[in-house]
């Protein structure tokens, strides 16, 4: 449904057929539909806009930096925590910029 969506505004947008990030994003998500071997994997994607395909792999980053590089900071705990929150400030703005759900209210 969203991924017709998509489509359907990337065909209607004249700009959309020069903007090479949302032409290969549309090319990859009709693939995909036509491909049997990656229709288990389209939920990795469904919730996002056609180039914000790669978001999820920047949430296992930051959960990454928070389990295994975060303890490695400092035997501090307050320091600890100053680097935990200038990584969240970090991913929280970054999120803010991209908006990168198709759904707005996921956005906020």
Same mark, same amino acid.
């Given at each position: 449904? @969203?991924?017709?969506? #998509?489509?359907?505004?990337?065909?209607?947008?004249?700009?959309? @057929? @020069?903007? %090479? +990030?949302? +032409?290969?994003?549309?090319?990859?998500?009709?693939? =995909?539909?036509?491909?049997?071997?990656? =229709?288990? *994997? $389209?939920? #990795?994607?469904?919730?996002? /806009?056609?180039?914000?395909?790669?978001?999820?792999?920047?949430?296992?980053?930051? /959960?990454?930096?928070?389990?295994?590089? $975060? %303890? $490695?900071?400092?035997?501090? %705990?307050? $320091?600890?925590?100053?680097?935990?929150?200038?990584? =969240?400030?970090? *991913?929280?703005?970054? @999120?803010?910029? +991209?908006?990168? *759900?198709?759904?707005?209210?996921?956005?906020?």
């Amino acid at each position: 449904k @969203h991924t017709e969506a #998509l489509l359907k505004m990337a065909e209607a947008d004249t700009h959309a @057929h @020069h903007d %090479p +990030v949302m +032409v290969e994003s549309a090319q990859r998500m009709k693939a =995909s539909k036509r491909d049997p071997e990656l =229709s288990p *994997f $389209l939920f #990795l994607i469904k919730p996002y /806009r056609g180039e914000c395909y790669w978001w999820d792999c920047s949430d296992l980053y930051r /959960r990454m930096l928070f389990i295994s590089v $975060l %303890p $490695l900071i400092s035997d501090q %705990p307050q $320091l600890r925590a100053a680097f935990g929150c200038v990584i =969240s400030l970090f *991913f929280i703005l970054l @999120h803010n910029e +991209v908006k990168p *759900f198709i759904n707005n209210g996921t956005n906020t």
